[in-house]
């Protein structure tokens, strides 16, 4: 059952005026990590060009609590987003804002693009983010070739009371796993996997696209508003 926010704070409140010592509730704990990652999930890139149409389905999933997973799904998503992105890219990808426009229109609430110009500064944003609204991140990996989307992350303190921390790890998983390798090597992580903010350093890279000046050089994202 669910207590409303002001019954709780007067109950508090009560308990302290009598001189009650009042526990600290799990919720204002914070254990190191935050996890939106839910069982199910996860959904397989049923196409070469749908890497982005299959990180929105999975999104989606978290956000709604479902299980989707059908092919066609995921190309509808990846024709919206192509259709309503600024550019469009060569390999029938999806740019930043067509990612968002996609997510927005389906159902997954405000989103938007985030850049930044250093690394750890931009983990801090994308955890503050999830943090207070609850919901997944996508990432560009591959300068800005592929698409991943971030369940979680562990930060030495919690986002949503303190502006100073560090992003030490986060939760990934790539549409192509278990399968598609980069030089020979698996390159996407499996549902629910932990990488260290370092090991994510040599995925999640600047992106490379001269044609968009204001997202080339820069770590790009979507994040939840």
Same mark, same amino acid.
């Given at each position: 059952?669910?207590?409303?926010? #002001?019954?709780?704070?007067? %109950?508090?409140?009560?308990? $302290? ?5 009042? &526990?600290? =509730? $799990? %919720?204002? @704990?914070?254990? !190191?990590?935050?996890?939106? *990652? =839910? ?17 929105? @389905? ?13 092919? #066609? $799904? ?5 024709? *919206? ?17 067509? /990612?968002?426009?996609?997510l927005e229109y389906y159902g997954a609430g405000n989103y938007s693009v985030n850049l930044a110009t250093r690394y750890q500064a931009g983990l801090r944003t994308l955890a503050a983010r999830m943090r207070a609204t609850s919901r997944p991140v996508g990432l560009f990996v591959h300068h800005g070739g592929h698409a991943w989307v971030m369940t979680g992350f562990k930060s030495t303190a919690d986002p949503r009371t303190?502006?100073? *921390?560090?992003? =030490? %790890?986060? @939760?990934?998983?790539?549409?192509? *796993?278990?399968?598609?390798?980069? !030089? ?5 992580? !499996?549902?629910?996997? /932990? ?10 890279? &600047?992106?490379? /696209?001269?044609?968009? #000046?204001?997202?080339? !050089? ?8």
């Amino acid at each position: 059952m669910r207590i409303p926010h #002001r019954f709780f704070a007067v %109950a508090v409140l009560g308990l $302290a005026v009598l001189g009650v010592s009042v &526990p600290v =509730t $799990a %919720a204002a @704990q914070w254990s !190191g990590s935050y996890s939106v *990652y =839910t069982k199910g999930s996860f959904s397989y890139q049923h196409l070469d060009y749908t890497c982005v149409g299959a990180s929105v @389905q999975m999104m989606l999933n978290m956000v709604e609590h479902t299980t989707r997973h059908s092919a #066609r $799904a995921q190309k509808i998503y990846w024709r *919206y987003g192509r259709d309503h992105g600024r550019y469009k890219p060569s390999n029938n990808g999806v740019d930043p804002v067509g /990612w968002v426009a996609a997510l927005e229109y389906y159902g997954a609430g405000n989103y938007s693009v985030n850049l930044a110009t250093r690394y750890q500064a931009g983990l801090r944003t994308l955890a503050a983010r999830m943090r207070a609204t609850s919901r997944p991140v996508g990432l560009f990996v591959h300068h800005g070739g592929h698409a991943w989307v971030m369940t979680g992350f562990k930060s030495t303190a919690d986002p949503r009371t303190t502006s100073s *921390y560090k992003v =030490t %790890a986060v @939760q990934v998983m790539g549409p192509l *796993y278990p399968d598609g390798t980069l !030089g020979g090597v698996h390159y996407d992580p !499996g549902p629910g996997t /932990w990488m260290s903010s370092s090991a994510l350093k040599h995925k999640f890279t &600047p992106m490379r /696209w001269s044609k968009a #000046r204001e997202w080339h !050089g820069r770590w790009v994202a979507v994040v939840p508003n």
